[in-house]
């Protein structure tokens, strides 16, 4: 286990922290501020019983081969967050290392066990699911063990429960053959992961949509549905009414996508909240992923404006990753500009929707 050691560099915060405001945000953070990395990508997050508890990938850079896998808590009652602490890398032998990439963490209910899925491999097209547990909810980890062949594990978005909550489902996808979205089923006996993995797909082919990453919204009336990044220039989106088992046609949605992930999270109330970035292909003066979005829907279908998380011409905010807490507000974090993890708090309860959403230019005066 490694902690911090040295300062990353400072970087101007003016265009970051003076982003637009708006109804229900809460406060905003950064992970951390020293670390023996100099980038990091890819956070996901989940509360559990301490906390809430963060993880991501850092190193040199995506894909240098010291790329590993860390993580960071911030205690209830705490306002500082532990010191980063790697947990996993990819050495394979002596003189052999390959990088790390996408961890998803999953706190299993009734307080049980905090998993820990991630990727090992020279590239996306290449890397396999690895899968680490930890059973004091986040302190440590361990019990390391690669997953089965052609199973990756959720590849960037938590898990949901499915199956009267035996079942955890996972949103994966691969490269290799062309992007195309699958899914993976495991059963759960005492918040672990037992017996046989499902594998379901690929829902579509690489001639339809280039189209990875899916997160799911779930619906009140059981049905399932997930939004995917594509090469595109749009969100897709696909639906299931049998848990899991079978999907819809991948459509478009009537939002914008720069070949970028996404998340959502269905709320207790059953609305659905976005974080994206509302650009299309860099066809824009902002850049790729120089806007971070948040919008709201209530079929899954029809988008609102809510707020601009991030804005600056030519930064990267991407790869969010988002919760509601127990006490009902909303976590979120995000990369920011690849030197830090930023994180977020809302409170959806006093959100005020804006304009409805297409593809073209967001409201930026909502």
């Known amino acids: 286990m490694k902690a911090f050691s040295f300062l990353v560099p400072l970087v101007l915060l003016s265009h970051a922290w003076s982003a637009e405001r708006f109804a229900g945000f809460v406060s905003e953070d950064f992970v951390f501020t020293k670390a023996s990395f100099p980038q990091c990508h890819a956070s996901t997050l989940c509360e559990t019983p301490r906390g809430i508890l963060v993880a991501w990938f850092g190193g040199t850079k995506e894909k240098a081969k010291d790329v590993g896998i860390w993580t960071s808590e911030l205690k209830t009652g705490s306002t500082d967050w532990s010191a980063p602490t790697e947990w996993a890398n990819g050495v394979q032998y002596e003189g052999h290392r390959h990088p790390c990439w996408n961890p998803v963490l ?145 459509g478009k949605t009537s939002l914008p996508n720069p070949n970028s992930g996404v998340d959502v999270v269905t709320l207790a109330d059953g609305r659905h909240l976005l974080i994206y970035n509302h650009l299309g292909s860099g066809k824009t003066g902002w850049g790729r992923r120089g806007l971070l979005n948040l919008a709201i829907s209530n079929d899954g279908i029809e988008w609102r404006q809510i707020g601009v998380v991030e804005h600056e011409e030519k930064a990267e905010f991407s790869y969010p990753a988002m919760i509601q807490a127990h006490d009902g507000r909303v976590h979120l974090t995000y990369t920011w500009k690849r030197q830090r993890i930023k994180r977020v708090v809302l409170d959806p309860s006093k959100f005020k929707e804006g304009a409805m959403l297409d593809r073209g230019e967001w409201d930026r005066e909502t």
Request: hydrophobic share 30%.
């Open 106 to 250: 999953y706190q299993t209910p009734d307080e049980g066990s905090t998993l820990l899925f991630f990727k090992v491999g020279p590239s996306p097209d290449a890397w396999w699911g690895e899968l680490m547990i930890s059973r004091d909810h986040g302190v440590t980890f361990s019990g390391r063990r690669r997953l089965p062949e052609g199973i990756d594990g959720p590849v960037r978005c938590k898990p949901i429960l499915v199956d009267d909550g035996s079942t955890l489902l996972c949103g994966s996808s691969t490269e290799h053959d062309g992007w195309r979205v699958h899914f993976e089923k495991i059963s759960l006996t005492n918040g672990e992961p037992t017996g046989v993995w499902k594998r379901i797909g690929p829902i579509h082919e690489a001639s339809t949509f280039n189209a990875i990453q899916p997160t799911f919204l779930e619906h009140r009336n059981g049905k399932l549905q997930v939004l995917c990044r594509t090469k595109e220039g749009v969100i897709s989106t696909s639906f299931s009414e049998d848990g899991g088992d079978t999907w819809s046609p991948m």
